[in-house]
């Protein structure tokens, strides 16, 4: 966390919660969502998440962790049709899109994905 000198006090910036990078067949995704309640869209200016969306994010880097701690890579197979890499604090994932059948924090990093790519990433 890193502080900054603001004109009437001292401003406190939120850390990231994760970058999301989806790959595939239309057009890559990176999202860069903060604590703070905003998310950046291939490299757009910052815009804020709903409360919804910002509990969702939360809750997904949480439940992502021990999967990054562990370094989680799982290879696309030919029904690929989208990669996904989620870069948290504690390490980095690798998934295709078949992956969430057997692993359902992945699901929800899918849904989390789709629902920010309709909504504030537009």
């Known amino acids: 966390m890193s502080l900054v000198l603001g004109g009437c006090g001292l401003g406190v910036q939120s850390p990231d919660l994760f970058v999301l990078t989806r790959t595939g067949q ?3 995704l990176t999202m860069l969502v903060n604590d703070g ?3 950046r869209c291939n490299g757009a200016r ?3 998440l709903s409360d919804r969306l910002l509990n969702y994010a939360r809750q997904l880097a949480s439940d992502l962790g021990k999967d990054a701690q562990a370094r989680l890579r799982i290879t696309p197979g030919a029904s690929t049709v989208y990669a996904y890499t989620i870069k948290l604090q504690s390490g980095t994932i690798s998934f295709p899109d078949t992956a969430g059948a057997s692993h ?3 699901a929800r990093a899918e849904q989390f994905a789709l629902q920010a790519a309709q909504g504030p990433c537009m």
């Open 26 to 28: 239309s057009r890559a």
């Open 37 to 39: 309640g905003t998310i």
């Open 104 to 106: 359902p924090e992945l």
């Open 46 to 48: 910052a815009k804020p």
